[in-house]
């Protein structure tokens, strides 16, 4: 570990104190298996953001400061972006890593769930329920912190083992992207602008200290960003997963089966971000509902597939989409032993959805991105 590593490593946890938040995570208190496994994410997630920091977007304008990626002591479901002292600082709670890891393993682990992948076959299905994880996230924090949670559930087929891993991995990349581009596309500078803290988290759902549609806006654009940073990669992800033995069938052309698998990570991830606080088309919360957020990610694959992928791959992207949904509505549902519940997300693409994200898109339009374009460190705002 070199110097600045270090140096970096002190300023954050003077910052987050600061801040109020939680401290950084010293990984070498931990079991040595765990620490090794942390530090090699969080390495993977610092390559991530250097790649992204030096992309041609961001060099162009050539003012993004060097972005730090941290763990923080908490096992709330949170991450957070702030910039301070010409630097740019990433935090993500050691618990939602350790939810969507425990996640994405039980997934794997049922033998109803993912059939395709793998041999589902030698998988059981005997894993404890998790009753709260439709009715609040407060309550399977609880688990966690009260150590309630049944034995660490790992896939028994080896296909559905490393899929879990890639699945943990997109759903990771997906919220080190998002958080990136809260520094990146000038959010956390708009905040300071407007005489606040240059601090956004994705927890803080009480009455926000600035305009909340202008703060669900910085959340879509955040979401915009990390969804394209997820296409960008769907031919190699493709390329990874067509060397395991899985039965594609109708997912077997280049792009489909790592949109397949990309989609159900970020789908899971926003499943698990479910905050009862918040209904379908509420403009009080810091964050639209996550069934809105999932809408408005579906719309800009869309209109990715539609700008870089020829007519095939379009038609299969609406022959897909609701094979994920239908796929995790069903995950929840058998790892909580409750019924599907298609509900919220039919509303979230029904009228009330619709008005929530037509209000975001005005406020974008006509207060936020004018503003953003002198505080972005990139030269790719959306218009
Ligand atoms: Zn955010």
């Known amino acids: 570990m070199d110097e600045t590593q270090v140096e970096l490593e002190v300023l954050f946890d003077k910052f987050n104190k600061a801040n109020g938040l939680s401290k950084r995570l010293d990984s070498s208190f931990l079991d040595p298996d765990i620490q090794v496994w942390l530090d090699s994410i969080k390495k993977v997630g610092q390559k991530w953001i250097n790649n992204w920091a030096n992309s041609r977007q961001t060099k162009t304008k050539g003012t993004m400061p060097y972005v730090h990626l941290d763990f923080v002591e908490s096992m709330k479901i949170d991450a957070f972006a702030y910039?301070?002292?010409?630097?740019?600082?990433?935090?993500?709670?050691?618990?939602?890593i350790l939810l969507l890891n425990d996640f994405f393993n039980r997934l794997l682990s049922s033998c109803d769930i993912l059939e395709n992948?793998?041999?589902?076959?030698?998988?059981?299905?005997?894993?404890?329920?998790?009753?709260?994880?439709?009715?609040?996230?407060?309550?399977y924090i609880m688990l966690y912190e009260k150590g309630l949670l049944p034995e660490k559930i790992i896939p028994k087929d080896e296909t559905r083992r490393k899929y879990a891993t890639i699945l943990f991995q997109l759903a990771i990349r997906f919220i080190v992207a998002h958080e990136l581009a809260h520094i990146r596309n000038g959010h956390c500078?708009?905040?300071?602008?407007?005489?606040?803290?240059?601090?956004i988290s994705e927890l803080s759902l009480s009455k926000h200290s600035i305009n909340n549609l202008?703060?669900?806006?910085?959340?879509?654009?955040?979401?915009?960003?990390?969804?394209v940073q997820g296409m960008?990669?769907?031919?190699?992800?493709?390329?990874?997963?067509?060397?395991?033995?899985?039965?594609w069938d109708k997912y077997?052309?280049?792009?489909?089966?790592?949109?397949?698998?990309?989609i159900i990570a970020v789908y899971s991830y926003f499943r698990l971000s479910d905050q009862e606080l918040s209904e379908v088309g509420d403009i009080c919360t810091s964050h639209p509902h996550q069934a809105v957020r999932q809408?408005?990610?579906?719309?800009t694959i869309y209109s990715y597939l539609e700008r870089e992928f020829d007519e095939k791959e379009l038609e299969?992207?609406?022959?897909?989409?609701?094979?994920?949904?239908?796929?995790?509505?069903?995950?929840?549902?058998?790892?909580?032993?409750?019924?599907?519940?298609?509900?919220?997300?039919?509303?979230a693409l029904g009228l009330r959805g619709r008005r929530n994200l037509d209000l975001i898109l005005n406020q974008w339009k006509t207060v936020i991105r004018p503003q953003l374009e002198t505080l972005t460190y990139a030269i790719d705002l959306v218009p």
């Open 83 to 96: 910039e301070a002292d010409g630097y740019g600082f990433i935090g993500i709670d050691v618990g939602l």
């Open 117 to 139: 992948i793998g041999n589902p076959s030698v998988e059981t299905n005997s894993s404890a329920p998790l009753p709260y994880l439709t009715i609040g996230l407060n309550s």
């Open 189 to 199: 500078q708009f905040k300071n602008s407007q005489g606040r803290k240059s601090f």
């Open 214 to 227: 202008t703060q669900q806006a910085l959340e879509m654009d955040a979401d915009a960003w990390a969804t």
């Open 232 to 247: 960008t990669i769907l031919k190699g992800l493709n390329d990874q997963i067509n060397n395991m033995p899985i039965s």
């Open 252 to 262: 077997s052309n280049p792009v489909v089966g790592g949109m397949f698998t990309w």
């Open 295 to 299: 809408s408005m990610v579906m719309s």
């Open 316 to 347: 299969y992207y609406f022959e897909i989409l609701p094979d994920c949904i239908k796929e995790i509505e069903k995950a929840i549902s058998i790892l909580t032993h409750n019924e599907i519940d298609t509900r919220t997300i039919e509303k």
